[in-house]
C-alpha cells in the first residue's frame, strides 16, 4: 500500500510518498482502510521533529482520520463495513491504519469522510477545553483567536453547539467569511480585537478566551475577560510563548487555564468514547459540522501541512485517498454487508421476520 513517509526532519516538504507493507493488528487494534485524513498542526511539528511526541524515523505521521472498518478484535462493537473516524495519534496518512478500538468512532450517515476526519482532534480538543477545563455555560459568550482555523472554527462550534454568544477574531478581512460560516454570532479583526470586544459586550468582557494563537494577542486578551473569565492556552501557532503577570489574575479575579486534551485523554480508558457521545447529537443534527478547505490526494501530501499556518491558516485541509473503480465497488460492497449485518442485529421481530431480513440481506450481498 502506498503511504506518506517522513525519512529526515526537514518539514512536510521533504516527506515522500512509498509502498509499505499492509499493517497488521493486534489485540485490540481495528484495521481501517482509510478514506480521508485530517491535516494537523502536531503533523506539521513532527515533520520538524518539533513536537513532544517524537517518533522514530522513518514514520507515517496523520493524526486523525475516517474511513471503513476492514477487521475488529472479537468480541468487539465495531463490524467490518462500519464507517468510523479515528485518532490512531500516528499513521494516518496512508491507505489502510490501525487504531486502538477506544479510539475508533462510528460516524453518522449525514457525515462524509472528510468532515469526519476533521473532528477527532480539534474537535475533542476544544469540547475538552471548553466544556471541561473551561466550565462553559449556556448563555455565557466566548471570544475565540484564530477562528478561521481547524481549532478556531472547532471552538466556534462547540460554544455554539452548548449555547454560548461567539465572537470570532480573524487576522484578516479574507477570514470573516470562514469564521461566520462556522456560526460566529460576530467576527472581528485581531488588530484592535479589545476594542472591539469591550463594544460587542458593552464594556463586561466575555467569560472565556480560547486562544491557540499565543504571542503578542496574550495580555489584551486577559484584559477583554469579565471579572471571573477564563482564559484558555490552546497552544502557540504565533509562535512566542507569552509570559503571564499574575497580579493581573489577583486583581480581575481571572483564570489561566491549560487545555492539553492529549495528555489527559491517553491514560483515562473510556473518555475518548464519553466525549464522541457527547458530540454525537450535535454531529446528526448538524449544529457541529467541519468547515472544509483544500483537499489534496495523498499523492500530494507535501502540500498540505503549509495550508495550517500564517496567512493561508483558514479552514480545515484534509488528505483523501482516490480509489480506482474497481476497489471502489469492492469497498461499497463492505459497506453495504456492514449496514445490512446492524440491521439483521438490531430488528426486533419475530423470528420470521429475522429470517426474512436476513435472506433480502443474502440476496441483496450476491448480486
Known amino acids: 500500500m502506498q503511504a506518506v513517509r517522513v525519512t529526515t526532519l526537514d518539514g512536510p516538504a521533504a516527506v515522500e510518498i512509498v509502498d509499505v507493507p499492509e499493517p497488521t493488528p493486534s489485540g485490540n487494534q481495528v484495521l481501517i482502510d482509510v478514506h480521508a485524513a485530517g491535516v494537523t498542526f ?21 493524526t486523525e482520520l475516517a474511513g471503513v472498518v476492514r477487521s475488529a478484535p472479537d468480541g468487539s462493537s465495531l ?110 479583526l485581531a488588530d484592535g480585537f479589545l476594542a472591539a470586544t469591550k463594544v460587542l459586550t458593552e464594556g463586561r468582557g466575555v467569560d472565556v478566551v480560547a486562544d491557540p494563537v499565543g504571542g503578542d494577542r496574550f495580555t489584551d486578551s486577559l484584559r477583554s475577560l469579565a471579572p471571573e473569565g477564563r482564559m484558555l492556552v490552546l497552544g502557540f501557532t504565533g509562535g512566542e510563548i507569552p509570559t503571564v503577570k499574575v497580579n493581573r489574575l489577583l486583581l480581575n479575579n481571572i483564570d489561566v487555564v491549560g487545555v492539553g486534551w492529549g495528555a489527559f485523554a491517553m491514560p483515562k480508558p473510556g473518555f475518548l468514547q464519553q466525549q464522541w457521545a457527547d458530540l454525537l447529537p450535535h454531529l446528526e443534527s448538524g449544529a457541529i459540522d467541519p468547515v472544509l478547505g483544500q483537499t489534496y490526494p495523498l499523492q500530494e501530501a507535501a502540500k498540505a501541512p503549509f495550508c495550517i499556518t500564517g496567512e493561508y491558516a483558514r479552514w480545515k485541509s ?29 430488528v426486533n421481530a419475530s423470528k420470521e421476520l429475522v429470517e426474512c431480513a436476513t435472506q433480502v440481506a443474502t440476496k441483496f450481498l450476491d448480486e
Open 42 to 62: 502536531p503533523d506539521l511539528l513532527m515533520t520538524r521533529g518539533e513536537y513532544q511526541v517524537k517518533p522514530p524515523l522513518p514514520f507515517t505521521p496523520g
Open 79 to 188: 463490524r467490518a463495513g462500519d464507517r468510523v473516524a479515528a485518532s490512531p495519534g500516528g499513521g494516518g496518512f496512508a491507505e489502510a491504519a490501525l487504531c486502538d478500538e477506544s479510539w475508533v468512532f462510528p460516524i453518522p450517515d449525514r457525515l462524509s469522510y472528510a468532515a469526519a476526519a476533521a473532528v477527532p482532534m480539534n474537535y475533542f480538543t476544544m469540547q475538552f477545553g471548553l466544556i471541561r477545563r473551561g466550565r462553559l455555560q449556556a448563555g455565557e459568550s466566548v471570544l475565540v483567536h484564530g477562528a478561521a482555523g481547524g481549532v478556531g472554527t472547532a471552538a466556534v462550534q462547540i460554544a455554539k453547539a452548548w449555547g454560548a454568544r461567539v465572537i470570532a477574531v480573524v487576522s484578516t478581512n479574507d477570514k470573516i467569511e470562514v469564521a461566520r460560516q462556522a456560526g460566529a454570532d460576530e467576527v472581528i
Open 318 to 346: 484534509v488528505l483523501r485517498k482516490e480509489l480506482d473503480p474497481i476497489k471502489a465497488m469492492m469497498q461499497k460492497k463492505l459497506e453495504l454487508k456492514g449496514q445490512m449485518t446492524t440491521i439483521v442485529k438490531y
